[in-house]
């Protein structure tokens, strides 16, 4: 790491940033050690600590072992994760999940609620107050050890500003949302979309992916995408829902026909299922779910619905790989929790379309988080955003 130049207080900043990263992600460290491994003197490194002792964001655990050359022992230092903490929102069209985290990452607390089916901007903010409320009474943490609040939504949003452009899943349009919430809630409040916000906590909790090229799809009641260059978010927005895939005469939530959310999404296998599945009183309004679940079954209908989403799955990413050829692309959301009916087809339609030289360096594979993958994406967002602040860190690099 090189030296940092400039204004003295933006130096201290990716210092102090660099300091939390390397205890984040490599463990307990000792002062020497964190100069050391930063190239910072002892002296720089010292007042960052003792700046962030003071404010309770790492204490001393104790002594380490001795030198091998003799003298005093190290004070090892670790991440404090009994005195701050942040709030988690992942907030999808019929269900929240609610986490309380540490500082650490951990999940202290976590509940899911339904989401208001009445979908104004008063009606989710008061749930949203309600929410907070209730996770603090649940963890019995006061509100004045909560640093901030991270919140994840579907929509067209401007992660700098909480901004909400366009939200076709809620009906909003131009919703200042992270000023509706620090007003009521007096919380510092980050808002972002929910496929950006999944992809960042996978880059958080999972060190392999640091500095990796992605393209990640969440593949949900619709299909959202967030690209990763080189261990950074891209922050404009990625709509591979609605690459045309088809020239099947089949019109897409957006106003186009032919887009690979009307025929792949959750939403898609519902609406498909209502059409093509032969009624019974058990087969009304079947929910996604309850597709997969007939074609675990043997149902041959749902099948080959689920084998038609692999098909334009596989196709849509061929383009996207094609195009950005990343080192890998990731699935997560809740139809991909039935990769089992679709996994097969996908590959193979995705194999049959790609480049050699684009497929033996693209790997494709399903996220670990599975459901978790959003509210993990929310406390890591609020985490970095009011604490840790990587991102100065890697500047300092």
Known sequence: MTSRKG??????????????????RCGEQSRAEIARKLNLSKMTIGEVIDDLISE??????????????????????????????VIGLDIGLTNTIVALGNLKGERIVQFNSPT?????????LTQIEDFVRMILDKSKVPKSKIIGIGISIGGLIDSETGYIRFSP??????????????QRLSLSTAVDNCTRCMAFGEQWYEKEFHRKNIFYINLGHGIGSSIVMHGRIYNNNSEFGHIKITNRDVRCDCGKKGCLEAVASGH??????????????????????????????GN?????????????????????????????????GGVAQARILFE???????????MDVIKNSTSICFSSFGIDAGINGCIAMALNKFIFHEEAAAFGE
Do not use: C
């Not at 208001?116 to 989710?124: A, C, G, Q, R, W």
């Not at 899943?169 to 620090?182: A, N, Q, S, T």
């Open 56 to 85: 309770g964001i790492i204490k001393e655990k104790g002594e380490g072992s001795s030198m091998k050359n003799g003298g005093r022992k190290p004070i090892i230092l670790q991440i404090n994760n009994d005195d701050h903490f």
């Open 344 to 354: 097969k087809a996908m590959l193979n339609e995705y194999l049959e379309n790609t």
């Open 116 to 124: 208001n089916k009445n979908h104004s901007i008063e009606n989710i």
């Open 300 to 332: 041959e209908e749902a099948i080959r619905i689920f084998s038609d989403v692999g098909r334009y799955l596989g196709r849509a990413i061929s383009i996207a790989a094609t195009l950005f050829n990343p080192d890998q692309v990731i699935i997560a």
């Open 169 to 182: 899943d809620f009906g909003w349009k131009d919703v200042p949302l992270r000023e509706l919430i620090e």
């Open 7 to 24: 204004h003295p207080e933006n130096a201290r900043f990716v210092n102090r940033a660099a300091a939390l990263s390397l205890i984040r």
């Open 268 to 297: 898609a296998i519902e609406r498909i299922a209502k059409s093509s599945i032969k009624k019974t009183q058990k087969t009304q309004n079947l929910s996604a779910k309850e597709v997969a679940e007939l074609a675990i079954a």
